[in-house]
């Protein structure tokens, strides 16, 4: 039967690509396939998946899913800690079974032994798995050698207000999906999982969203709960140092050997941050101040030195009385690349709303999640820089913190980690 889509469902869909534009009946660039058949013919509402449900993205790789994967609206970040007496062998079982639960979930399958049936009428909406290991994982499992020293502890900020109980562990898990329900399938049956086998117990758990697909008549860059459009000057997968920025080397020099061990190949490094937003004093900002702050209009992201939201910033630009167009502790001056000796790292946050404090204040910011090929040469610069002035800070607080060693991905047949673990 001839494949059909409604405008309408056309519209639904293209909120998933993002930047990556709309790719029907074939895989991505980003190796995302978006299913187009309706079975029962005509607009197909009420008896056919919807071609968001149907998207999947593959388990399978060279890097894991999860780091490219266009912005998902609903995300899960989990830490676990590894039980008392659980060794490499027990660790190893976990990352198995894990893995095959990933694996079947991002296919749409319902893994055997499951009759939650939390997700039973959807598809699999975009899920994404990513695992990782967090320092205390090689200690915990005799691994020690195999520790990367790109791993070293993050160094204390000013800014910090970090809760141990919401920071580091033994092993990390990031779930994104399109859908809340499928999202949050997936995090109750690995956490079942990590119970049955008695391997690991949760340490913490952080939930967050994104703008849902098909929000807006376009794709867009997502706003954070400032208001503000965030995340234009992320590297992208086209740039020419994309891989070198975000990903191990699958074939290191002697150097880079040294601080990555071939486990690691295809790899990354993620930092994760829990930063609270003081929403009630930065609403109480007029809308320019609040514009210096970032140093971009709030409007449509464009630089305050003009064009649009793309167009690059002209640091140098002065203004009738000789100041800078963009102040000097303006967020976007503090973070560009050009201020740090090239620093660079991929950001790919989720929105959290957590209730509110005593004070009747939200609890709610974003979950800063950061990608790249080493975060001594990423994450720390950038964060010593804003340390050092940026007007942001003011209206921001840091109140968890991680760092995990993310794996290549698994090949057909592997599962995430056994280089680490059976190498």
């Known amino acids: 039967m001839t494949s059909k889509i409604s405008r309408r469902r056309l519209l639904a869909t293209a909120g998933t690509t993002g930047a990556a534009g709309l790719a029907l009946g074939a895989t991505s660039a980003t190796g995302i396939t978006l299913a187009t058949s309706d079975e029962g013919g005509g607009d197909g509402d009420g008896a056919l998946l919807g071609t968001v449900g149907a998207t999947a993205v593959p388990f399978h790789g060279t890097h894991q899913p999860g780091i490219t994967t266009p912005m998902q609206a609903h995300g899960h970040l989990a830490a676990f800690d590894l039980t008392p007496g659980a060794d490499r062998g027990r660790a190893a079982t976990l990352l198995r079974e894990w893995s095959a639960t990933a694996r079947a979930l991002m296919a749409g399958r319902t ?216 102040p000097a502790n303006a967020h976007v001056r503090v973070t560009s690349p050009d201020t740090n000796d090239g620093a660079a790292m991929l950001r790919r946050p989720f929105s959290y709303h957590d209730g509110h404090l005593d004070d009747g204040s939200p609890d709610a910011g974003m979950l800063f999640v950061c990608w790249q090929a080493d975060p001594r040469r990423g994450f720390v610069p950038v964060q010593r820089k804003l340390d050092r002035g940026d007007a942001l800070s003011t209206f921001i607080r840091h109140e968890a913190s991680a760092l995990f060693a993310v794996p290549g991905g698994a090949g057909p047949g592997e599962y995430v980690g056994q280089r680490l673990l059976e190498g």
Request: net charge negative; aromatic share 6%; proline share 9%.
């Open 111 to 326: 893994p055997g032994g499951d009759h939650s049936g939390v997700a039973l009428d959807a598809g699999p909406s975009s899920l994404t798995v990513t695992f990782g290991f967090g320092r205390s994982f090689f200690d915990a499992t005799g691994l020690t050698d195999a520790r990367p020293e790109a791993l070293e502890p993050l160094p204390p900020f000013s800014n910090d207000a970090l809760d141990p109980a919401r920071s580091d562990g033994d092993l990390w898990i990031q779930i994104g999906a399109q859908d809340a329900l499928v999202a949050f399938h997936a995090l109750r049956l690995l956490q079942r999982d990590a119970a049955d086998l008695g391997a690991a117990g949760l340490r913490w758990h952080m939930t967050g969203f994104n703008r849902g697909p098909g929000a807006t008549a376009r794709p867009m860059t997502t706003r954070n709960l400032m208001g503000q459009v965030d995340g234009t000057n992320n590297p992208r997968p086209d740039d020419p140092d994309f891989d070198q920025r975000v990903f191990v080397p699958s074939d290191p020099d002697a150097a880079t050997a040294a601080d990555h061990p071939g486990w690691m190949a295809g790899g990354s490094y993620v930092v994760v941050r829990r930063i609270r937003m003081l929403l009630d004093d930065w609403e109480r900002q007029p809308l320019a101040d609040q514009e210096r702050v970032i140093g971009r209009r709030k409007s449509d992201g464009a630089p305050l030195t003009g064009g649009t939201e793309t167009t690059p910033v002209d640091l140098d630009a002065a203004g009738a009385d000789g100041s800078p167009v963009i």
